[in-house]
């Protein structure tokens, strides 16, 4: 099924370690997000990209990279894992012309930093 | 900026009752709403959207109407089922630029038999 693919589902890290959080999409969208839902705060935006090549940050970008080489690829890397990063992530997806459709999400990646 | 507000939850409601769950925001010019659901352990999916003021979305039974004077879109259903457990979130986005996502803080909704 088309729609965007996010590995793994589940990760525990110790504080300090690094780990990329991949996400992949085969809808040929342009723009890309990672967003990180913690309880009682819904879902915040960490980085974005409108295409191959171009990311910028959102609300709460620390402690985080991206990059986009491909228009189907915009993995997250955590650079020193911390406690307060504890989190779920999602990373979304849609097509630039086609606001009405609304973003296509991921399942999400349950992270625990301990 | 751009901040949508939910009522807080847990709404808890017997099969076949009534749902309204609230959602207003502020944003610069006219954003498109949405409503998502989170089901439980999964990924967030698009419930139904609108895009200008008057336009009523729907979709499964669920209805949302944005209303630019009370710059509200609020959600409703006439009998909601055990399976519609779950977790809402109202969203807005610019219409125009590079338009991310705002999320409310989510509402939760369980339903009894």
């Known amino acids: 099924n088309a729609g965007v693919t996010q590995t793994p589902k589940f990760q525990v890290l110790k504080t300090g370690q690094s780990m990329t959080l991949q996400c992949a999409q085969d809808m040929n969208h342009e723009y890309m997000s990672w967003y990180r839902q913690d309880p009682g705060m819904g879902l915040r935006l960490i980085h974005y990209?409108?295409?191959?090549?171009?990311?910028d940050q959102g609300e709460v970008p620390n402690g985080y990279n991206v990059s986009r080489s491909t228009t189907e690829d915009f993995p997250l890397r955590l650079l020193s894992a911390a406690p307060s990063q504890t989190s779920v992530y999602f990373c979304a997806s849609r097509n630039r012309d086609r606001l009405n459709y609304g973003y296509t999400f991921g399942s999400g990646t349950r992270l625990t930093v301990v | 900026g751009n901040s949508v507000t939910q009522m807080e939850g847990p709404v808890t409601l017997s099969e076949e009752a009534f749902l309204t769950i609230n959602c207003t925001y502020t944003?610069?010019?006219?954003?498109?709403l949405f409503w998502y659901v989170q089901y439980p352990g999964e990924g967030l999916q698009l419930l139904l959207k609108?895009?200008?003021?008057?336009d009523k979305g729907s979709n499964k039974g669920f209805e949302a109407t944005y209303r630019k004077e009370t710059t509200s879109f609020h959600l409703e259903k006439g009998s909601v089922q055990v399976s519609d457990s779950a977790v809402y979130f109202c969203a807005l986005t610019p219409n125009s630029g590079y338009s991310t996502l705002t999320f409310g803080k989510g509402t939760m909704l369980l339903v009894s038999p």
């Open positions: 944003a610069t010019g006219y954003p498109s």
């Open positions: 990209s409108v295409g191959a090549g171009i990311t």
């Open positions: 609108a895009t200008k003021a008057d």
